[in-house]
């Protein structure tokens, strides 16, 4: 179960659909259960990747930073990741992503509307500990990520 581990990174590495949703499931069978950090750059974590591992994440109440950095995921992927779970589902046990101090998003595919999701998901109190988001080399207009950034006014980041 690796107890004492806090942090996992994988780097360089071809995580995709099927890597993540055993990640998730594995984290769901209790592994790594202090996860403190967790990157995932440049590990093909797209849209399905990203929804697979999301509630998982939302489990792991000692999460504080999460870098997705260089990866094919985009606006669904995101949703998944910051918006509440869907009616009727149980509420996670943990808060969600209470904690999360640091997300990294840059190079990735999130547009606009990725931005708005975003945007509204901290202003309604999503993410209440996050302290550090980096939204740079991304789709979404200059505009869209200022919206972002002011919807929460301690952010600190980078968005060019």
Known sequence: ALPALTILSILNMHVGDAG????AAALDRGAIPRLEALYLCDADIGDAALAALAPALRR????????????????????ALV???????PPPTTGGLAKLKGLFLSRTQIT????????AAL??????ALEELYLNDIPASAAAKAAVYAARANLRGSSW
């Open 20 to 23: 993540a949703a055993e990640l």
């Open 123 to 128: 202003d309604s109190g999503a993410l209440p």
């Open 60 to 79: 792991r109440p000692a999460l504080e930073m999460f870098s997705l950095w260089n990866n094919p995921f985009g606006d669904e992927g995101l949703a």
């Open 83 to 89: 918006a509440p779970p869907p009616a009727g589902a």
């Open 112 to 119: 606009d509307a990725g931005c708005a999701t975003l945007a």
